[in-house]
């Protein structure tokens, strides 16, 4: 898929300085506008046409935070990038519109913008948005039938840590499968989307259940795991199925396992707004389940509709957390989930831990837990119970 971006700025040489930019990285067409007018009149036309805005905050007529609301309100579904050269605090109140909205913020930067900062920004963009991004090879209909029939679904757990205290809190379980004898096992995103196309997501989910929970009756028995949670993924089609919680309850009775102990995830990659989603949301949490709003900052979901969600944690997507040492907009957004989940009670997960300087940084925020390959790379459970051994030397 190409990405197109539209730029709007009132200065016409800037308009083709970041055009000229831009065109270095991996975009197909640069258009720019020099006021907001004419940029709505596009969008309002042609909003599926272009995967980016790029908007200055100074504009005659229409101001950019106007401009923003007016984007947010067409249902624009790309990726913004605010370039100012005005104050920071104006910035970051900018910002705040658009995390609030469900507009999907790429970077908010201060001119002169340099090439590095669009380059990250697009990256973002590729990371938020799948499409855009080459496609792993999928396997076929009759390989994923033999996977599931031939039992080769396999659980991986990735640690998950407190980020003062560097002890592990939790694990969240991610699905594996193996074609035949192969050794590399393939990922999701090899095989996710054709198993929902074909309504297998269910099969699926219950043979990863099914070998996860009887695996963590063993990782729950050391003594660095007995108060630790783990977490699996359901989809929000899912979600719209009565009979998830009833068949989660039964898993964890079978497994001796405390609903409490289990958080499910729910991907961002469908908007939550059906009455049967919401519903089984609060029923899953009446019976104890935690509830995580999974990849937040890349979807549908915004901090106006987390609090009327009653969710137990907030994950933040790995495509703001990665260079956050030195990322203004991203240090922005997490002060506010900081704020929100203080205010929910609800707990604060930073995702794609992978840089050692983004480690320092965030190692220095309270109430917050870490994920990423720095942390603990996903593994099958034997490697995890010789990385929890390792991990107890260390600490000791």
């Excluded at 193996?178 to 997501?201: H, R, T, V």
């Amino acid at each position: 898929m190409s990405i197109n971006v539209l730029v709007i700025d009132d200065s016409l040489t800037c308009c083709r300085v970041l055009s000229e930019y831009l065109m270095q990285l991996d975009v197909n067409r640069v258009e720019y506008c020099t006021d907001a007018d004419s940029a709505i009149k596009i969008l309002t036309k042609y909003i599926k046409d272009y995967q980016v805005v790029v908007v200055d905050l100074h504009m005659p007529n229409m101001d950019s935070i106007e401009l923003l609301m007016k984007l947010s309100d067409l249902g624009y579904k790309g990726g913004v990038i605010i370039a100012s050269a005005m104050e920071n605090r104006i910035i970051e109140a900018a910002d705040k519109i658009v995390i609030n909205s469900s507009l999907r913020l790429l970077g908010a930067l201060t001119k002169p913008v340099s090439t590095k900062q669009l380059k990250l920004c697009i990256e973002r963009l590729f990371m938020m948005e799948s499409d855009l991004a080459p496609k792993p090879v999928s396997i076929s209909l009759d390989e994923l039938h033999r996977a599931l029939n031939e039992n080769k679904v396999v659980p991986y757990f990735q640690a998950q840590m407190d980020a003062k205290t560097g002890d592990i809190v939790g694990f969240e379980v991610l699905c594996r499968i193996q074609l035949g004898n192969k050794l590399q096992l393939l990922s999701p995103a090899n095989f996710l989307e054709l198993a929902e196309s074909q309504n297998l997501l269910n099969e699926l989910t219950e043979k990863l259940l099914e070998k996860a929970l009887s695996q963590w009756k063993l990782i729950s028995q050391d003594d660095s795991c007995a108060n630790c949670s783990l977490s699996i993924n359901l989809s929000p089609s899912q979600l719209n199925q009565a009979s998830w919680p009833n068949r989660l309850l039964k898993y964890c009775h079978d497994n001796q396992m405390e609903a409490a102990q289990l958080t499910i995830e729910i991907t961002e990659n469908q908007a939550l707004s059906e009455q049967s989603q919401y519903s089984s949301i609060s029923r899953l949490r009446l019976h104890d389940f935690g509830v995580a709003i999974d990849d937040f900052g890349t979807g549908y979901t915004n901090l106006t509709q987390l609090c009327c969600l009653p969710i137990s944690e907030l994950k933040l997507d790995m495509s703001l957390v990665r260079g956050i040492h030195h990322d203004p907009l991203a240090q922005t957004i997490l002060k506010s989930l900081q704020e929100i989940s203080n205010k929910l009670g609800v707990k604060l997960v930073a995702e794609g831990v992978e840089d050692l300087r983004d480690l320092n940084y965030l190692e220095k925020i309270d109430n917050l837990r870490l994920q990423g390959f720095l942390i603990c790379r996903p593994k099958p459970f034997d490697d995890l119970m010789c990385w929890l051994k390792a991990h107890k030397k260390v600490g000791d």
